[in-house]
């Protein structure tokens, strides 16, 4: 018993310094053909509250106002929860490294696995911030946790939307357990909401 415990914390820690390093590390992207490194989300969304260009977008550049409220919003989550997390000197990125580094115990599991999660959809939601991607909603419960809505605070206000998001390139995901159906599963979700596609009995 002792054994699956230590390897659940290992399996757990893992999840923890992937999330931290995809929300703290530069990122490759294609730029003129040419791969280069471009700062990590964090920095990212810090630098896009001044308006700084993205030169990573697929699309023109568009008139921005000065400051976007919803990424201070969520500039400030970031870096209040990090705090809360590792009250030391330093800064967000530097915090969530020690944060990586820190020793748990195998009862941290559970907590160390949210945590993960939480810094993870930062990560997804400065992208959908950064650079937004076409999205849909299916208007029925999860089938994994049999919630049809969330609230989500936007622009300063707390607003409820449709728990299951679909992005077209990615697939559809529960904003209130995680669950993730990619597209080869369009199918198999369909069948789970009792949604019979046109021309089949």
Same mark, same amino acid.
């Given at each position: 018993?002792?054994?699956?415990?230590?390897?659940?914390?290992?399996?757990?820690?893992?999840?923890?310094?992937?999330?931290?390093?995809?929300?703290?590390?530069?990122?490759?992207?294609?730029?003129?053909?040419?791969?280069?490194?471009?700062?990590?989300?964090?920095?990212?969304?810090?630098?896009?509250?001044?308006?700084?260009?993205?030169?990573? $977008?697929?699309?023109?550049?568009? /008139?921005?106002?000065?400051?976007?409220?919803?990424?201070? %919003?969520?500039? !400030? &989550? *970031? #870096?209040?929860?990090?705090?809360?997390?590792?009250?030391v000197p330093g800064?967000?990125?530097?915090?969530?490294?020690?944060?990586?580094?820190?020793?748990?115990?195998?009862?941290?599991?559970?907590?160390?696995?949210?945590?993960? $999660?939480?810094?993870?959809?930062? /990560?997804?939601?400065?992208?959908?911030?950064?650079?937004? %991607?076409?999205? !849909? &909603? *299916? #208007?029925?419960?999860?089938p994994s946790c049999?919630?049809?809505?969330?609230?989500?605070?936007?622009?300063?206000?707390?607003?409820?939307?449709?728990?299951?998001?679909?992005?077209?390139?990615?697939?559809?995901?529960?904003?209130?357990?995680?669950?993730?159906?990619?597209?080869?599963?369009?199918?198999?979700?369909?069948?789970?909401?009792?949604?019979?596609?046109?021309?089949?009995?």
């Open positions: 018993m002792t054994e699956l415990r230590d390897g659940n914390i290992h399996a757990a820690r893992t999840k923890l310094e992937n999330a931290i390093n995809r929300l703290t590390q530069s990122r490759p992207a294609i730029y003129h053909d040419t791969t280069v490194y471009v700062p990590d989300l964090y920095t990212s969304l810090r630098n896009d509250l001044a308006g700084t260009p993205n030169n990573t $977008t697929k699309t023109q550049a568009k /008139s921005q106002p000065p400051l976007w409220i919803d990424n201070l %919003q969520l500039l !400030k &989550t *970031i #870096d209040n929860q990090t705090h809360q997390w590792m009250p800064t967000t990125p530097q915090r969530l490294q020690l944060l990586a580094t820190k020793t748990w115990r195998p009862q941290d599991t559970q907590h160390v696995t949210n945590t993960a $999660t939480t810094i993870n959809t930062w /990560s997804d939601n400065i992208i959908n911030l950064l650079d937004p %991607q076409p999205t !849909k &909603t *299916i #208007d029925a419960p999860c049999n919630q049809r809505w969330v609230r989500r605070t936007s622009a300063g206000e707390i607003v409820r939307k449709p728990a299951l998001q679909i992005v077209l390139s990615k697939g559809c995901t529960c904003l209130a357990c995680d669950e993730t159906w990619t597209p080869d599963l369009y199918r198999h979700l369909a069948t789970q909401l009792g949604i019979t596609p046109e021309g089949e009995q």
